[in-house]
């Protein structure tokens, strides 16, 4: 048996030791300098639940390794649900994540944000008297006291705080009702999305700097590959995903876009300093969504209109979906083209009526638009609304508009945005020290199908002719060096 295969044949049978003895790497969980905790050890191939200290509150999100995870690095998908949405709703009911990432071999993020609910807000209920906050806003760990106080987890809503007694409007068409005053009230949601940060109780929350804190805790790691690292979420998680794409491009390769544009309140956040590699952009818009109404696309199906609901009137504040696209594309030196649009094939499906449950024939259909060689790429929905395709009716036609079940936004989306890591070559060179000491540095350099190129380095002190495997990065490289230097073989044990 040749020195390859039995090194492969040693490290097969330490890893199937680690899986009897403990595949959960209770290792990682433990490690409390990490800044995350898990509830209980790292879960591979089902989804848990995770905290980490930020700002000094204690943030909860929601993550799931493929069980395929083998202990190199896996590109991560971060998702961000929308207004008055949870991690799980955007799960479980908006994307249908979690089955992709399975498939395809991703680690999924979902993040809940922290609003404050007013003390009686179990008995607060919608119209049709479901608690406005069921299976929404799940309490902060027990035992967590804070400099915040009593705060809770949900998710969706950036820059929004519920506040009690004061701080509803009547421009909201969904009344809520405490059942046991009897006061109706409606929910405000204060458009901070721009500015990357909550307002709650007048402290500013870093929800921007809190996400990225996480995605870099779990490239530390040594989970996440730093060079595939995207955002998606629908609305406002749209809009925090476009904020994410715009002032961290050395961190997003790129997002995953439904019914969400770019703002100026963003756009005056850029300057010389902020990182300008090339995001790639994935976008779903309905063409009847008037939540966010997307202003004329080129090629052109629909005019800006103003909608019904409250953040409308600040409209002007947000940028086409057209005008989005171009910006982007400038900031790269790329000249905004005029692609042919490409109709996705008809498919005879039924969509639900979200109050009736009776089905229906989708009215959708769907059109795709490739700019500039895939940098950008918009999917044009027809008869669509302020929907995630392919997911659910979340809420009503009157609410949100028609769901679209033509695509599954999901799918379309990774296989748009993923990065594929072409090449994996090591090398190494030796330094004569003083004795019989070497210093052995070995590098191995990533190549990938969007034209990044990454080199990961350790350095080691070893005695002449050492032969032996060393760890870089998740890699284990095996190098059997000269007493004069030279490196004799050097290659990656698999």
């Known amino acids: 048996m040749n020195k390859k295969k039995l090194l492969s044949l040693l490290l097969l049978l330490t890893m199937c030791l680690t ?12 490690d409390s300098a990490s800044g995350i905790k898990f509830a209980g050890d790292m879960k591979i191939g089902e989804r848990a639940k995770g905290y980490m200290e930020y700002q000094g509150i204690q943030r909860m999100f929601e993550y799931y390794i493929p069980s395929s995870y083998d202990g190199k690095r896996m590109p991560l998908m971060f998702t961000i649900p929308g207004s008055g949405h949870n991690s799980t709703m955007q799960l479980d ?7 992709l990432a399975e498939e395809k071999g991703f680690i999924l993020i979902a993040s809940n944000v922290v609003t404050w609910l007013p003390k009686d807000y179990e008995d607060w209920v919608d119209s049709a008297g479901k608690p406005i906050y069921a299976d929404r806003f799940m309490p902060v760990p027990d035992g967590y006291t804070g400099p915040m106080g009593n705060y809770y987890e949900v998710n969706g809503q950036w820059g929004a705080y519920v506040n009690g007694s004061a701080g509803y409007t009547s421009n909201s068409t969904h009344p809520i009702v405490n059942t046991v005053t009897g006061a109706k009230s409606v929910s405000n949601w204060i458009q901070a999305v721009t500015l990357g940060t909550e307002r709650l109780a007048g402290v500013g929350i870093d929800d921007e700097g809190y996400f990225c804190a996480l995605i870099d805790q779990f490239i530390d790691q040594g989970l996440v590959d730093k060079n595939r690292v995207f955002a998606s979420g629908l609305s406002q998680g749209a809009f925090m995903s476009l904020r994410l794409a715009a002032l961290h491009a050395d961190i997003f390769a790129g997002a995953g876009i439904v019914s969400g544009e770019l703002t100026q309140s963003v756009i005056k956040q850029v300057t010389e300093d902020t990182p300008k590699d090339l995001v790639k952009l994935v976008f779903f818009h309905g063409n009847k969504d008037a939540v966010v109404p997307s202003g004329k696309l080129q090629g052109g199906y629909y005019s800006r209109t103003v909608g019904p609901h409250p953040w409308s009137a600040v409209s002007d504040n947000f940028l086409t979906l057209n005008e989005t696209i171009e910006w982007f594309l400038d900031r790269e030196g790329l000249v905004m083209d005029n692609p042919e649009g490409v109709p996705l094939p008809h ?3 039924m969509v639900k009526d979200y109050n009736s449950n009776v089905e229906y024939p989708d009215p ?4 795709r638009y490739e700019y500039i060689d895939g940098a950008a790429i918009v999917y044009w929905v027809h008869e669509g609304g302020h929907t995630w395709p392919g997911g659910t009716q979340y809420a009503s036609l009157a609410t949100v508009g028609q769901l679209s079940m033509q695509a599954n936004a999901s799918e379309l989306m990774w296989e748009d945005l ?4 072409l090449s994996e070559t090591p090398s190494a060179s030796v330094k004569k020290l003083s004795g019989n000491k070497n210093e052995l540095t070995v590098n191995v350099t990533k190549v990938y199908d969007n034209g990044k190129r990454d080199v990961v380095t350790e350095t080691y002190t070893i005695n002449n002719n050492a032969a032996d495997i060393y760890k870089v990065d998740d890699y284990k490289v095996y ?4 007493g004069n230097t030279q490196v004799r073989d050097c290659y990656i044990v698999e």
Request: proline residues 0%; charged residues 25%; negative net charge.
């Open 19 to 30: 899986t009897v003895f403990g595949g959960s790497l209770s290792s990682f969980a433990a």
């Open 418 to 421: 993923k990065v594929e890591l």
């Open 93 to 99: 009911e908006i994307s249908n994540l979690e089955s």
């Open 479 to 482: 190098v059997d060096s000269k």
């Open 364 to 367: 959708t259909s769907i059109t």
């Open 347 to 349: 498919k005879d499906v």
